[in-house]
Every structure is written in C-alpha cells, then in structure tokens.
C-alpha cells in the first residue's frame, strides 16, 4: 500500500521521541510579560491600553490594524507598564506592550455559545477575527481571513494539518492525544461555513495512535475523513499536503482556495473550537521544549507571552551547554542568541542542541550531484538558483521558478558539498519579491 | 548564558553523506572491476593502478600547493579520477604513458577548467583520448595470456564470432577494467544501491544502444550479437561509471534522459560507422559538452506551473 504524499522531500532524523510522550503540563509566567504587536502575516496590532492600565486575563490590549490583521490579548491579569521595544524569534525588534503579571490570572467574561450550530456563518467569522486567531503553525496568517474566499462554494477540502513533519516537534501531536475532540468541534465549525467542503484530517504515519484517536472520532461524522500520509520533510508544507490529500497542484501566486482547499494547523482548529464555542480570545497553546542538551524535555500549555528563558527553566534548564538554541524546528526555525524573548501565537518549540553540527561543516566545490533536485519539494534545481542569487543573476533566477521556493531547507539538508544552498535561495527570493514591489 | 550560542541560517541540521563519502562510495564499487582487472592481466594492473592514482593526486596536490590554493585531495576525487584511468588503458602500457595521463587529467581538464565541479569534461576520459590520440599503437594494442590478439568487439566488427560467455567473466583482452560484465554490474548495482547513481543516465544509454544496434548493427535481431555488443568495450564501464559523473552530466531529470538518448545514439553511431570498434569514450566526451544546451532545454516546471497555465485558459474562455 502507498501512503499518500508528495514528489521530492527528505528524511531528517526526527527527535520527536524525546518529548513525544510527555503529557503537557500547565505553566504560569512569572514576571512581566511582552506581547509584541506583530504576531501575524499583515499590519501589526495598534495598542489600546495605556500606561497604568489594569488589564484582565483575555482582554484586548491591541486591535487588529486593518482587514489582513489581528489583535492581541493579555494572556495574564495585571497593570501596563509601558510600550517597549523588544527582541522576537526572529530576531527583529519590534514594539510590545509590557504588562505586569499580578499573579491573580482574573479572566474577563466570556460569553460561551450553548448551540454552535445555530450561529450564522458572518457570526462565527465575526468570533473568530474577534479572538485573534491566526495561524499557529509558524506564518500566522489572520484566520478570518483565510475563512473568508471570494467563492466560499467553490471550498471542497478543509484540510486540518496534523502532519507535524518538522523534526522534534511533538505539540500538535500532543494536542491530537489529549483533546482530539476540541480538534474534530472546530472542524465541525469550520465546515458549518463551507457547505460544500469535506473535512480531511492530513496525519504522518509516525503517529499512529493520533490517526486511531481521531479515525474513532470520526466515524459518524459523514463529512470528515482521517488521512495517513507519509513520513517525510516537509509533508506539512501547505502545497505539499494539498498535493498529499487532494492531488491538486498549486503555485506561489495562488492560494489553497484556488485549489478549494482551506488549510489550517491543529492548533488553530483548537483555538477556532475555543473563540467559537466559549468565546475565549487566543491567549494560550502548546509549546515543546526538546532537545538533547536540555534536562527533562517537555509539552507545556504555556499562557502566549512567557519567555523562552522561563521555559528553559521549567525544563530544567540545560544539562549540558548548549551550541545552538532554535525557536521552531531544525528545519526551518530561527536561531537564537539569547532566550530572553517572549512567546507569541506562532511559536511552537524550543530546541536547545547541545552540538552544532551544521553550522561547523565547510562548504566546497558543487560537485552537481543533483540531491538538492531530488530533494525539493518544488521540483527546482537549487544549486543553479543558488549560484544566481550569489551572482546577482535576478532574472535568470525567476526563469528557473526560484521564486517557488516554500524555504523549507531540503536541499541545505541533502548536499553533500554542504553549501548553504536554501539561505542563498532565500535571501535573492527576498530580493525579488522587494524589487517586484518597488515597481 | 555564559557561553556563546551559534546563529546560522536554517536548516540547522544536515545529512552525514559529502563528498568524500561518495568517492569513497565510487571506489568502492570500482573495487570489483579493479582486482579482477588485476587477477585477469597480473601485476601490471596492480602498479598501473597505483601510478595512475598516485599521477593524479600529486598533480592536484602540486597545482594547488604551487598556485596557494586550498588542498583539495581528501575529498578523494582525484583518487576516482586515477582509478578509473588505469581501468580504462591496457595492462601493456608503459608505466610513463598512465602517468602522463594522470597530469593530463588533472592539470589540463580539470584544475584549468577550475576544479572540482568546473570541468566540463570528464577527466578520466579526457586523457583517455588523450593517450589515444597521441600513442595509438600502444593504447590500442591488448595482450591476453601471452597473446597479442583483438578485443571482443573488434572480433565482431570484422565478421567474427566470440563467446559471451567469457565476455561476462571477462576471460578475454581489453582495458584492465572493462572486460568482466558481472564485476561491473556488481560495482554499478553497489552504486545504485548506496543512492550515489540512478538508472536515468545508464538506463537509457543501454537501452537506446540496443535499439540503436538491433536497428543498425547489421545482425537483425541476433540475440548473441547484440549481448556481446553490451557486455563487449568500455560500454558498462562507461555506462554506470563515467555518462554518470555528476559534473559532467545534466542535474535535470529529463536532462539526463535526453542524455543517455544522445550516449546511445552516438556510441552506436561511432561503433558500427566509424573505423573503430569502440565508441563509448567519444560518446561520451562529446556528449559532456552538450550538457549546458541539455539542462537549459529541461529546466523541469515548478510544482503547481502547469496547473496554473491550465486554468488561466480556463478562466480566459469562461470570459470569453
């Protein structure tokens, strides 16, 4: 039997086994919180607190900015203390609203909805976009948004992304084993908005008691389908588990709903069930802290502003010294220099390995050996684009499709001359894409 | 966080496999051809072996240590280069002449050109010819047992009958390695399954020889004629050791399919209308510079490209 997936791809070693079977476990932030006011894809957030405020638990401190925007809860109660800029993930210095935790956790009112079934599909979008959801999965693009094509008819897949391909990761696994059914009731709101759609649950086959789990949930349910894919980087790419559960092909210049498919992350389905049904803002998820240089690897339900160091801490710290601290996975995350960062709504994990084996490796000579081409997902041929971006080369680039690429690091992982090959893809990729707009 | 953490761009790990692992692999699979060469012709082979090896990396050494370059000869390419050198000259030939070979493939076709991953030829097969051309007699002239006779394929092109049998052992004159069919396919079924090669490149290149010969070889469909024309010469030695060098071949899938076609082609071109009875080497030295023009012709479509041109007619002919 062949599992269903996609052309191209590879396989890292994945780690998951580390923190895979550790039950998450609640952890409340200490000191003062950051909640930067870009968290998503689109205008960051405008602040609507100001100094001296007090704030509750799962109250607004900014709105979204625009259309393609999202706003931010305070995650804790307690007072404002400022606006401030502060370091992210990736690096970038960004403002933040600055809220002393009282320790207290008083929650705002929300209202909970007795029967979802009787709101109406503006109601629920309207919720949605409310309770700032975005996508949690790492691009954290603004739900509503994605929830609202121009053809809603037209969507015949609602695709939940369970494929957790990214190495080390266990948080989505963890919420698939502990509360699938949160995960199948948002898909069933999901589905209320698109009445064509079939709801189609994309898991790799390393999990095989998430796809028991949720095979068993949803045997009654006549418009929802479990789907096994394989194991393989990067199976969770958006056009690539299109590809895996539809076997539709869609491009950079398009979006899923082109293609009738609306893809979203488990842990955003989860935070679309609690907007929905209990009308509580997004203010808390799952985050892994892994890695074989830190002491007690685990799944924490962190409240969406606790930093990194807090969660190293709770971890119990490192146990060896560590080379290379990763927000994300080792694919595609970010490294960092200091874990005094907050968390945000797309931050997933925190990787602290105790070896850097990447980064000491000397790049030589392209011997054209083509792994990089066996290996992306996007059918290019990477080691050309890369010698483009370092020649300068922005039209050839183009031709050859480089501005496909999804950066997913299958070709860096593969080459055998060690070259640097999706950081070059990446940064004339960034270049073009500015060019495109300047003109 | 007293120690300094590491920031690099993503991916932050890597498989183990580089360069040096698949020349090692290379040789490795090269390790059945090369001591059956050794048993089948003596310790000629053995020392013709290790000269030419040993040409090959001191003249990379040299030239880089002489232009101040980085010292390249770990990553074992110039090893593969010698090795499969020797393979490809006869047991007889003086010493000097692989050695010359050596320097030729290195300094001329490779390090001018660039080096590793520069060369637009393949360097073994680059001085191959060059002995060819410059010292025909001694490198067209196969001893075996004793006995200065033809090779296989040039007992056929006059007319003659040869047994296959001993073709596939490998019983017979020829280059040191390229006489035993089964030490070879042992070595590229090594290769196939350590990932280095696939069956595009070798595929296509035996199978459209095979047409090539069942449609031009003169024998119609002579089952032993054209089995001895593919277990026969350099053509398996060529097929999963040489068409398949990476540098010298296309990085496009399609690429190397057009290439084996062209390969297949051009060594049944040159084995059944050319004066010589052997081909594989032109085919596949000339077929090396048609590599840029084949990869800009089958720069593969993007994933989800054709899709989308599809649908734009689509969407233009609702409009319409």
Known sequence: MSLKTFKGGVHPYDGKELSKDKETTKLLPEGDLYFPVSQHIGAPAKPIVQKGDTVLAGQMIAEAGGFVSSPIFSSVSGTVKGIEKCRTSVGDMVDAIVIENDGNYTEAAFDEVEDVTKLSKEEIVEKIKNAGVVGMGGAGFPTHVKLSPKEPDKIEYIIANCAECEPYLTSDYRRMMEEPEKLVAGMKIILQLFDNAKGCFGVEDNKPDAIAKLTELVKDEPRMEVVPLMTKYPQGGERQLIKAVTDREINAKMLPADAGCIVDNVETIVAIYHAVKLGRPLTDRIFTVTGDAVSDPRNFRIKIGTSFSQLLEAAGGLKNPAEKLIAGGPMMGFALFDTNIPTTKTTSALLCMTVDEASKYEETACINCGRCVEACPESLIPSRLADFSQQKRMEEFEKWYGLECIECGSCSFGCPARRPLAQAIKTMKKDALAAKRKK | ?320
């Not at chain 2, 003249?59 to 770990?74: D, G, M, N, R, W």
């Not at chain 2, 004159?173 to 006489?179: D, K, L, Q, R, Y």
């Open chain 2, 1 to 320: 966080m007293d120690n300094i953490l590491h920031v690099t761009s993503a991916p932050h790990v890597r498989e183990k496999t580089d360069t040096q692992r698949i020349m090692l692999y290379v040789i490795i699979s090269l390790l059945p051809a090369s001591i059956f060469g050794i048993y089948n012709f003596g310790w000629r082979a053995l020392v013709m072996i290790i000269i030419s090896i040993g040409s090959c990396v001191l003249s990379e050494f040299c030239y880089e240590k002489l232009l101040h370059k980085k010292i390249t000869i770990k990553d074992l390419s110039a090893v593969v280069t010698g090795l499969l050198l020797a393979l490809n000259v006869p047991h007889t030939l003086p010493f000097w002449m692989v050695a010359l070979g050596g320097v030729f493939a290195i300094i001329v076709v490779k390090m001018l050109f660039g080096g590793l991953g520069q060369n637009f030829m393949n360097p073994a097969l680059g001085a191959r010819c060059f002995l060819v051309i410059s010292f025909t007699g001694a490198m067209t002239s196969f001893t075996y047992d004793g006995v200065t006779g033809a090779t296989p394929l040039a007992l056929l092109k006059n007319g003659e009958s040869v047994d296959v049998m001993s073709m596939l052992i490998g019983r017979t004159g020829g280059t040191i390695g390229e006489t035993s069919a089964i030490a070879l396919l042992l070595g590229a079924i090594i290769l196939i399954l350590l990932g280095v090669i696939d069956l595009r490149i070798p595929g296509t290149y035996i199978i459209t020889f095979a047409i090539f010969t069942l449609l031009f070889g003169g024998h119609g469909f002579d089952l032993n004629f054209l089995v001895a024309e593919i277990v026969g010469g350099g053509l398996l030695l060529g097929a999963f050791f040489m068409a398949t060098d990476y540098v010298t071949s296309p990085i496009t899938p399609l690429g190397k399919i057009i290439f084996g076609i062209i390969l297949g082609v051009l060594t049944g071109i040159f084995r059944f209308f050319g004066p010589s009875a052997e081909g594989v080497s032109y085919a596949i030295i000339f077929s090396n510079l048609l590599v840029p023009l084949i990869e800009k012709w089958t720069v593969p479509r993007a994933f989800g490209i054709v899709k989308e041109k599809k649908e734009k007619k689509e969407k233009g002919g609702e409009k319409a």
